[in-house]
């Protein structure tokens, strides 16, 4: 079993940037694929970046693309998404995800991933 933990979600103005983390516990050696999602207040939960240890990917949904970076502490079995330049459509409860599969990609809503956080809020003020 593996436990994620989101934290560093907060409030900030438009144009800020924000650090989130995703602390893992557990068997987190067999998560050889991790993301992150994110689920906005009445919409469908999306896929945000992932990294895939084992081929050393990465992906970036294009709302992201340019402004959000993935990327994971194994020392630490930690990963992180650095944000710049957020904007209000950023607002949303953040999730981190793992796979224990080598997988390269992940669906857009996270379909078929094996752990879950319980998520960390964003908030952007305009």
């Known amino acids: 079993q593996v436990q994620l933990v989101e934290s560093g979600g907060g409030l900030v103005q438009a144009g800020a940037s924000l650090s989130l983390s995703c602390a893992a516990s557990?068997?987190?050696?067999?998560?050889?694929?991790m993301g992150w999602f994110r689920q906005a207040p009445g919409k469908e939960r999306e896929f945000v970046a992932s990294?895939?240890?084992?081929?050393?990917?990465?992906y970036y949904a294009d709302s992201v693309k340019g402004r959000f970076t993935i990327s994971r502490d194994n020392a630490k079995n930690t990963m992180y998404l650095h944000m710049k330049n957020l904007q209000p459509e950023d607002t949303a409860v953040y999730y981190c995800?793992?796979?224990?599969?080598?997988?390269?990609?992940?669906?857009?809503?996270?379909?078929?991933?094996?752990?879950w956080g319980k998520g960390t809020l964003v908030t952007v003020s305009s």
């Open positions: 995800a793992a796979s224990v599969l080598p997988i390269t990609t992940m669906s857009p809503n996270g379909y078929g991933l094996d752990y």
């Open positions: 557990g068997d987190s050696f067999n998560t050889p694929a």
């Open positions: 990294f895939s240890w084992s081929s050393g990917l990465l």
